[in-house]
């Protein structure tokens, strides 16, 4: 039962440490204006989605 409880704080430090990582990244971009607006991230999703469907349905 000890080992289990030992891993199960290490897969916790280990997805902690992942999330930290992550944050730190989108905080890093936020702050030096790397960021896209919502809706032109939408569009430019929606047309590469558009694109992919079109692509898939020809062949």
């Known amino acids: 039962m ?3 409880i030992a891993m199960k704080a290490t897969i ?3 997805e902690n440490t992942k ?3 992550e944050l730190d990244k989108g ?11 919502h ?9 590469q989605y558009n694109d992919y469907v079109l ?3 020809r062949n």
């Open 2 to 4: 000890i080992g289990g």
């Open 12 to 14: 916790s430090d280990i």
């Open 19 to 21: 999330l930290s990582k």
């Open 27 to 37: 905080i890093d971009d936020m702050e030096n204006g790397r960021v896209t607006a």
């Open 39 to 47: 809706e032109e991230t939408m569009k430019v999703l929606m047309q």
């Open 55 to 57: 692509q898939d349905s």
